[in-house]
């Protein structure tokens, strides 16, 4: 574990992930990006959102006989409510994404695309895309607001304004997501997952449910 | 740190509202003055202030748990959607589970009957009347423009009254699968039929459900299974009643008691009887089968027969004709007199024939097993898997006849 200070307030940052690149503050809520030799302090976080994902900094869970913990996330918000994309590091050292969309789960990676992707407005709901010998068909596309970020996270990911993702999924619980904030767009490819797939521990507990 | 749900005030009629989701509720409608209001912000919004005049009570109260597949969910929200097509409007109500871990699910309620849903995270193969999903296939039932008539409770979207979806609804049953269609995005969700007795078991609520009338959609059949095991039985009371025959003809007597050649002469001779000698019929009551056999080519005959009983004198007669032109018919004839009793007998043969001379063969057995007997065995063995069949056909019949895609 690397430990270094905040340089906004001082107070202890921690860095379970050596390959994080950017992380906030748990204190101040600086938004802090590492360079070579320090961190810097590029920005702030505004006030989270009210959020009631059962996940948490620090959840544990395994998947497919890795176990992983979360240890960031990024917070959209949409007309239709928000969803957290947490970040969670595999206990071989790889990251990858968590997403709980209203209590849907989605697991996935960044992949290399097997195709160029086509621009965002080439895209629309029912477009499908043959990638390894599966269909792959675009079900929704969501124009989201970024509202936060918590956490470590594997780029520099702050001071967003309206994002566009297109969801994918196929006929055997396969999931995809073109995230088209970015230029090229890059590809994350996972699994649709259920919550008891994953077996949580260490999540978040709510009044009168135990 | 404990999440605790936060109550809020109505900002229309300030009254009190709870809310059950968490974060997780986009919009809540107040109790008091059925506003829906924006929880989204810390400033809470009215959105709509709708609603009719007549309050509708949820079936199951909103704040109600029960425990479906080992985990528990609250009933939080409550939609009433209505259907409006060429037979009328027709509306069913719609209850939004919450598990704060496992998310939402759904249970739909229309005449009674209930479905237990869940959204699905993987797609369906759809192709056009059909959809498969999970190895089952499913035949569109369905498919309508649902509107939001009244609404209660809390949602994690946006609801509005008089908002207009459309819904497809495929069968397997007892699942169904649903296509909600907004305009931007396809929604599939499986449903699993459930009793309200099942719904009223799950909730623990007081008193009994509303009986349910008509048959749904995704309703499993009572006679599923019944007419596969009727026919079962069946093809082994055919396999037993086909021993018996095999038996029947084995143990039959079939003895011949007397054959004898003539020959008829055309002119005056055909009209004189001619009586046989005597045979005997032995054993219990029996059959008698005499047979005729002729050399008759393009030519006609007929036989008065009478079986004479020796010892009474009582006499069975019959009549046989035999008409052979080219090689369409037989030149022979054969019946079977039944329950002649034991004893001696002869027959007396009066031949008639159209021209020419000929020989026939009168040969007389004993006790010939007959399938009279086994064709009605065979036919009383068909009702009930028919019965099975048909009854079956019937509910489905009656399912289909509420199908637009029947």
């Not at chain 2, 001619?274 to 219990?284: C, D, L, M, Q, Y």
Request: aromatic share 12%; glycine share 8%; charged share 15%.
């Amino acid at each position: 574990m690397l430990q270094s200070n905040c340089p906004n307030c001082g107070a202890p940052v921690q860095f379970r992930w050596s390959s994080a690149v950017q992380t906030t503050c748990e204190f101040c809520h600086s938004i802090l990006v590492r360079t070579d030799v320090d961190l810097q302090h590029v920005g702030q976080v505004a006030d989270l959102p009210a959020d009631s994902s059962p996940i948490q900094i620090g959840t544990e869970g395994a998947y497919g006989g890795k176990s992983f913990v979360a240890i960031g996330r990024i917070i959209y918000e949409y007309e239709q409510g928000g969803w957290n994309e947490w970040h969670i590091l595999y206990n071989d050292g790889t990251s990858g994404w968590l997403s709980d969309a209203q209590l849907e789960y989605d697991l996935s990676w960044l992949v290399q695309p097997p195709e160029a992707l086509p621009p965002a407005d080439q895209i629309q709901p029912g477009r499908d895309f043959f990638w390894s010998g599966k269909r792959y068909q675009v079900t929704t596309l969501t124009r989201a607001h970024y509202k936060g970020v918590q956490g470590e996270l594997p780029f520099q990911y702050w001071g967003r304004a309206e994002v566009l993702f297109a969801d994918l999924r196929t006929t055997d619980g396969d999931f995809a997501t073109i995230d088209y904030t970015e230029s090229p767009p890059p590809l994350f490819m996972g699994r649709a997952v259920d919550f008891d797939d994953l077996h949580f521990k260490n999540l978040r507990e709510f009044e009168g449910w135990s | 740190m404990v999440i605790k749900p936060k109550p809020l005030n109505c900002p229309n009629c300030g009254g009190p509202v709870e809310l059950r989701g968490f974060a997780h509720t986009l919009n809540v409608v107040c109790p008091q003055c059925l506003s829906v209001l924006d929880t989204s912000t810390p400033e809470v919004q009215v959105l709509q202030t709708f609603q009719s005049q007549t309050r509708i009570q949820p079936l199951i109260p909103l704040g109600t748990r029960a425990t479906f597949s080992g985990t528990s969910f609250e009933a939080i929200g409550f939609q009433v959607r209505e259907v409006e097509d060429e037979d009328g409007a027709y509306a069913w109500r719609e209850y939004l589970l919450f598990n704060p871990y496992k998310g939402f699910r759904y249970l739909s309620e229309y005449n009674g009957h209930w479905n237990y849903i869940r959204v699905l995270n993987t797609l369906p193969e759809a192709s056009g009347r059909s959809a498969a999903y999970q190895g089952r296939s499913y035949k569109l039932f369905d498919s309508s423009t649902a509107k939001t008539f009244y609404v209660l409770g809390e949602f994690p979207w946006q609801v509005r009254v008089g908002e207009t979806v459309q819904v497809s609804d495929f069968v397997a049953p007892p699942l169904a699968l649903s296509a909600e269609n907004t305009g931007n995005e396809v929604t599939w969700s499986q449903g699993e039929y459930w009793t309200g007795k099942q719904i009223w078991e799950a909730f623990r609520l007081p008193g009994t459900p509303p009986s349910a009338s008509g048959i749904f959609m995704n309703q499993p059949s009572p006679h599923i299974g019944k007419p596969t095991s009727a026919w079962r039985t069946f093809l082994w009371l055919a396999a037993a009643l086909g021993v018996i025959l095999i038996l029947f003809t084995l143990i039959a007597q079939n003895r011949e008691v007397f054959r004898q050649r003539y020959t008829v002469t055309a002119g005056a001779a055909s009209a004189a009887p001619i009586v046989t000698p005597e045979f005997s019929a032995a054993g219990r009551p029996n059959n008698l089968q005499i047979t005729t056999s002729t050399d008759l080519t393009n030519n006609w005959a007929y036989f008065s027969y009478a079986l004479v009983n020796k010892s009474t004198g009582q006499a069975r007669n019959f009549g046989r004709e035999i008409s052979r032109y080219g090689s369409s018919n037989s030149p022979n004839d054969r019946v079977v007199i039944p329950d002649v009793p034991p004893g001696q007998y002869y027959l007396r043969i009066e031949p008639e024939v159209q021209s020419g001379s000929f020989s026939y063969d009168v040969s007389v057995r004993r006790g010939v097993p007959t399938y009279g007997w086994f064709i009605l065995a065979a036919v009383l063995l068909l009702i009930p898997p028919l019965g099975a069949s048909l009854a079956a056909a019937g509910f489905e019949r009656n399912r289909w006849r509420e199908s637009s895609h029947a």
